[in-house]
């Protein structure tokens, strides 16, 4: 098994647990790739030898981005629908029906070039762990090859199809179909079940109906929750022992009390904020209540069509309060654990090796320096892509 | 002379006064470059034969963005300062006079080398024209370096001696030197002569003979304006005539009136607001008073360190109410005319061939998709680079 020392790293982010700070920081630091997993970190004066030798020139270097939260599977474009949003006027086009109609409309293999260009987008910005969701298809056909096309490029795949009810059927009827033979078709593709529980959506009593037929098909649960307005759906995650909840917006001191007790995490969706001139999220406020959080994109053609966690790590620290190395801990460390991954998220030995050069000397120039593509190079499992 | 078609360009922006709309957007359009020089636009069914082809792939081309303002000459770091200031926690560091400190000490090698590698982060980025000022030197020698510096990279160099009073000197004899010696050996070096007017910096009075004594040493005069709070530079820049004047956050109505009557460009430096978490301008107060408007990125290591234009108009549609067409025009033909420039800005027939390709299919993705490296190509004077 070849064996790559990188050396000349001016900051080694391994979010090691008990480390001197929260990233667990190593200075002048080396790092040792053996086959796909990290083998040895430490000071760069004390590396092992290796087959090969990379110089990070002084550069950071950070665990590669985990991206719990994402919708790339869909057709169309919504861009006209987001300046007019930006402009303040009314939009006549549907939102998500309009994407529904599209992707619905797609082929295949749209659907996974689309995906995999996106992903590739991703990619090159440091994301090196992304979770991908259906729920533009809201057919059993269409939620099942959604997913299956997501399955081809991660994991990380949720079952969405609780996301809008759509036309032409009741609510009703409509969860009838989600926990029945919709998600005996789309069980086999996915890893995760997850519903938008929000006025306009699935109330409690539905999304808690769609977890539970989940949970029979061997599914994890996920929730949008508390995005739009206050509602049950932060407590019913944290009632079900959810291991994350999603974008959690407006909180009563009981939501966040209950995140806190049950230990699920909160995750942060700042670009959705940012794209639809929305209050964001007060992390400060979780961070201070003892609530674990994560950052992730939302990457999807109509709130939020960002795919930059380095964008989004800088939002935290410039609207949510957050500091940066909290806010780099979230989108890496974080998504890990909201995805309950033990393997990616930190760079400690044993951890499979996906990690990003930063063309900065330390994590704080993500959000220092907002919008400059910094990534320079993406390991994943211990090869550069 | 080499003429070389773009074709399959699925959305041309060509600025062109008179268009059908503000960008003068031409759809299914191809362009032609002869030599440095745009030769000819329109719809690819009508495009001219060329000597080469390059196929645009229904991507929007547009022209290169222009950056009227950044401080590119220094040395030194600032993040942690930085980080401090988002964390609401008071920071021992001296500012803009840590910056003219490590200028001092490095030497013109270093100097060159940052510059540099911030022109290139620049290019990638879009950005094909670049204003760069001095005002990390504060000494005759420094200042001139520092310009001479600037000037290995562009013609828009800009003297900016009265950035701050440095150490051990009364205000009274540091423009005295500034309008003086300091002027004399800067003048070779510089286009443009620029005064910090502000509460701290300089008064009306002091930027006013700093403008006077450059513009009689041939310098074209521009202006750091009410950035900080409301201040008399808006109206002195539009007194003096100047073509543009910088900042523009706190403006009374009078000084709104001020820039419209007199044709100042009001350069907006949203990055700034981003990075230090102030109020930003109000952007759509100015254009419906009839205001002309720029958009620059104000590159530098304390309040502003991203090189993003990109962002920048995401920015100003996001939170200063510009539509996206009006950022871009803004971050291009504005640019551009607040440079006091009419061969670039623009992609018509005649004007220097400076473009990128975006890998999107039309200018609102640089505001729909905020933080995504979308810049997939960059020619300059007709070269890709």
Same mark, same amino acid.
């Given at each position: 098994?070849?064996a790559?020392?990188?050396?000349?790293? =001016?900051?080694?982010?391994?979010?090691?647990?008990?480390?001197?700070?929260?990233?667990?920081?190593?200075?002048?630091?080396?790092?040792?790739?053996?086959?796909?997993?990290?083998a040895?970190?430490?000071? !760069?004066?004390?590396?092992?030898?290796?087959?090969?030798?990379?110089?990070?020139?002084?550069?950071?270097?950070?665990?590669?981005?985990?991206?719990?939260?994402? $919708?790339?599977?869909?057709?169309?474009d919504?861009?006209?629908?987001?300046?007019?949003?930006?402009?303040?006027?009314?939009?006549?086009?549907?939102?998500?029906r309009? *994407?529904?109609?599209?992707?619905?409309?797609?082929?295949?293999?749209?659907?996974?070039?689309?995906?995999?260009?996106?992903?590739?987008?991703?990619?090159?910005?440091?994301? *090196?762990?992304?979770?991908?969701?259906?729920?533009?298809?809201?057919?059993? $056909?269409?939620?099942?090859?959604?997913?299956?096309?997501? @399955?081809?490029?991660?994991?990380?795949t949720?079952?969405?199809?609780?996301?809008?009810?759509p036309?032409?059927?009741?609510?009703?009827?409509?969860?009838?179909?989600?926990?029945?033979?919709?998600?005996?078709?789309?069980?086999?593709?996915?890893?995760?079940?997850?519903?938008?529980?929000? @006025?306009?959506a699935?109330?409690?009593?539905?999304? @808690?109906?769609?977890?539970?037929?989940?949970a029979?098909?061997?599914?994890?649960?996920?929730?949008?929750?508390?995005?739009l307005?206050?509602?049950?759906?932060?407590?019913l995650?944290?009632?079900?022992?959810?291991?994350a909840?999603? $974008?959690?917006?407006?909180? *009563?001191?009981?939501?966040?009390?209950?995140?806190?007790?049950? =230990?699920?995490?909160?995750?942060?969706?700042? =670009?959705?904020?940012?794209s639809?001139?929305?209050?964001?999220?007060?992390?400060?406020?979780?961070?201070?209540?003892g609530?674990?959080?994560?950052i992730?994109?939302?990457?999807?053609?109509?709130?939020?069509?960002?795919?930059?966690?380095?964008?989004?790590?800088?939002?935290?620290? @410039?609207?949510?309060?957050?500091?940066?190395?909290?806010?780099?801990?979230?989108?890496t460390?974080g998504?890990?654990? !909201?995805?309950?991954r033990?393997?990616?998220?930190?760079?400690?030995?044993?951890?499979?090796?996906?990690?990003?050069?930063?063309?900065?000397?330390? $994590?704080?120039?993500?959000?220092?320096?907002?919008?400059?593509?910094?990534?320079?190079?993406?390991?994943?499992?211990?090869?550069?892509?």
């Amino acid at each position: 098994m070849t064996a790559t020392v990188i050396t000349g790293i =001016g900051e080694l982010v391994t979010n090691a647990p008990g480390g001197r700070d929260l990233l667990g920081t190593v200075e002048d630091a080396a790092l040792v790739i053996e086959g796909s997993t990290v083998a040895w970190t430490g000071p !760069a004066a004390e590396a092992p030898p290796a087959d090969e030798q990379v110089d990070a020139g002084g550069r950071a270097v950070l665990p590669g981005f985990v991206d719990s939260h994402s $919708h790339l599977v869909f057709a169309g474009d919504r861009s006209a629908e987001f300046a007019a949003r930006m402009a303040g006027t009314s939009y006549a086009a549907g939102g998500i029906r309009t *994407t529904v109609a599209a992707t619905r409309a797609a082929t295949d293999e749209q659907l996974t070039s689309q995906v995999g260009r996106l992903v590739q987008e991703m990619r090159r910005q440091g994301t *090196t762990t992304v979770e991908i969701k259906s729920g533009y298809g809201l057919t059993v $056909h269409d939620e099942a090859r959604s997913l299956a096309v997501a @399955r081809q490029f991660t994991e990380e795949t949720t079952f969405l199809g609780a996301h809008v009810v759509p036309d032409g059927t009741t609510p009703e009827e409509y969860v009838a179909l989600v926990t029945g033979p919709m998600l005996e078709a789309c069980a086999p593709h996915a890893r995760w079940v997850d519903a938008f529980c929000e @006025r306009g959506a699935f109330d409690a009593d539905q999304a @808690r109906a769609v977890l539970v037929a989940g949970a029979a098909a061997g599914l994890r649960g996920r929730l949008h929750a508390n995005q739009l307005g206050p509602g049950p759906g932060v407590r019913l995650a944290a009632e079900l022992g959810l291991g994350a909840v999603d $974008h959690c917006t407006y909180l *009563t001191d009981d939501d966040v009390a209950a995140l806190s007790d049950a =230990g699920t995490i909160a995750t942060l969706l700042p =670009g959705v904020e940012f794209s639809t001139r929305q209050p964001y999220p007060d992390a400060r406020r979780l961070i201070d209540a003892g609530v674990r959080v994560a950052i992730a994109s939302d990457c999807n053609p109509g709130s939020c069509f960002t795919s930059s966690l380095p964008l989004c790590i800088a939002l935290a620290v @410039r609207e949510m309060g957050m500091t940066p190395a909290e806010a780099v801990h979230a989108a890496t460390y974080g998504g890990a654990q !909201a995805l309950d991954r033990d393997d990616v998220g930190a760079l400690t030995v044993g951890k499979r090796a996906d990690l990003l050069l930063l063309d900065a000397p330390s $994590h704080v120039h993500l959000a220092y320096r907002p919008g400059v593509p910094l990534v320079r190079g993406v390991w994943v499992a211990g090869r550069p892509v």
